[in-house]
């Protein structure tokens, strides 16, 4: 089984956010190789930022990955904005849990070199991410079945 070594750091007041048992958890369930991640959870203002600053677009979005080094282990950050991590669960009616769960696992996975960029990758993607989200006793992200009753 790979390793993992994370580091989660909290730079958002928002509230109901994971603990770092949870989002180990997570990160663990998509592993692929060793492994050594910052998971940082940031509010909107840092969110945007980063992603103006590193992908040229104005606005945050819920997750930003950035692989660093391939090679003793994967190195990387992963950036969760919760403000835009909590309302696009309130608008897909998912919980938060699950939606944090997911772009977890979204994140590890570009870590480890996954993308959605075209149809092929973004099909092989998903279907990892939906086979570890059950795994992980949560419902298929994509999947209408999601969807709180």
Known sequence: ?????????????????PNEKQFRKWARAALRVDTEATLRIVDEEEGRMLNRDYRGKD????????????EPWLVGDIILCAPVVAREAAEQNI???????????????????????????????????????????????????????
């Open 1 to 17: 089984m790979p390793r993992l070594a994370m580091n989660v750091q909290y730079a958002s007041e928002w509230d109901s956010l």
């Open 59 to 70: 606005y945050a979005t819920n997750v930003l990955t950035f692989p660093l080094e391939e």
């Open 95 to 149: 919980t938060l849990e699950s939606h944090y769960a997911h772009l977890t696992v979204h994140g590890i996975l570009h870590m480890h070199g996954y993308d959605h960029e075209d149809e092929h990758q973004a099909e092989l993607m998903e279907s990892i991410e939906s086979f570890t989200m059950i795994q992980l006793g949560y419902p298929d992200p994509y999947s209408s079945e999601k969807r709180k009753r």
